[in-house]
């Protein structure tokens, strides 16, 4: 097809699915004790140090990708004679898309003849990437750019995200709880239960006391919203806690059949504000 798919480092997708499909995954920035690094989800050994890293609490933040790289990413694809779509990281939780949206915006005017989607995913992490998943494989099915494009609208908001974490010490340092809420959930081992909003924020749905009732609650939710598991890539991130993620997928399938799961690191734009440890599902179901 005479199109080029793009999306970021957030959507997580490891090195399985970049390097069978024709994809352009921009990276993100990570600072870390001031140092910037361009992320690489689908490298294990860099997602590997970055969680040692994490563990040991070096001074890290995100940066944005900025228009200028977005204009310059798009542009060389444009300049081939091909068409253009970019499928990003929610606007509610980074100005991404707005910087993918200006440079659309000003390369239409050079391009006018050829075409630049850009999709706000109005998700994080492997959900992202869930949908940019399902682009590639409309894509290998033969499907034309602008049905892609609408296809992906009509259906991002059934792609749903859970969370959970096991320490709260990032949501409080990142501002998502206070320090009394961190305190007092320590003490009482608190684990909030997460999903991404149709506006694209990650908010809190309920809380469960203990690690194992958070992973079991994962389940259990997901489960009752899920469509067609049996038809389904599921996406399971991980905060370095790999075992945890093959015990929430293993809990799911006791219950229901589903086609295969797909592990990968948790990106570390969401790990810088959630943390290590980290637990979070992706799959199409019921509205959010």
């Known amino acids: 097809m005479s199109y080029t798919i793009f999306t970021d480092s957030s959507s997580g997708l490891p090195l399985l699915i970049t390097s069978k499909y024709d994809i352009k995954v921009i990276p993100l920035t990570c600072i870390i004790n001031g140092e910037e690094t361009l992320i690489k989800c689908d490298d294990e050994e860099f997602l590997k140090d970055f969680y040692t890293r994490l563990r040991d609490k070096q001074d890290m933040m995100t940066a944005c990708i900025n228009e200028q790289t977005f204009f310059d990413y798009f542009k ?154 049996e038809t389904q890539t599921i996406f399971i991130g991980h905060g370095d806690c790999l075992e945890d993620a093959k015990l929430l997928a293993s809990t799911i399938s006791q219950k229901v059949k589903v086609k295969e799961f797909i592990f990968n690191y948790i990106d570390p734009v969401i790990a810088i504000h959630s943390g290590p440890d980290t637990l979070a599902i992706f799959g199409y179901g019921k509205s959010r």
């Open 76 to 229: 060389a694809e444009l300049e081939k004679g091909l068409d253009v779509i970019y499928i990003g990281l929610s606007s509610g939780l980074s100005a991404t898309i707005e910087n993918a949206n200006k440079a659309s915006e000003t390369l239409k005017k050079q391009f006018p003849d050829r075409k630049i989607f850009i999709v706000d995913s109005l998700n994080a992490c492997l959900g992202e990437g869930l949908l940019t998943f399902t682009a590639l494989q409309k894509r290998e099915e033969g499907c034309d750019l602008t049905s892609l494009y609408n296809h992906l609208l009509s259906i991002r908001l059934n792609a749903n995200s859970l969370f959970t974490v096991k320490t709260l010490t990032y949501l409080a340092k990142g501002g998502r709880i206070s320090k009394l809420s961190m305190a007092i959930g320590t003490v009482a081992d608190v684990k909030p239960i997460m999903f991404v909003n149709n506006e694209g924020k990650l908010v809190s749905e309920k809380k469960v006391i203990g690690r194992k009732r958070s992973v079991l609650q994962i389940a259990e939710n997901f489960i009752k919203t899920i469509e067609n598991p």
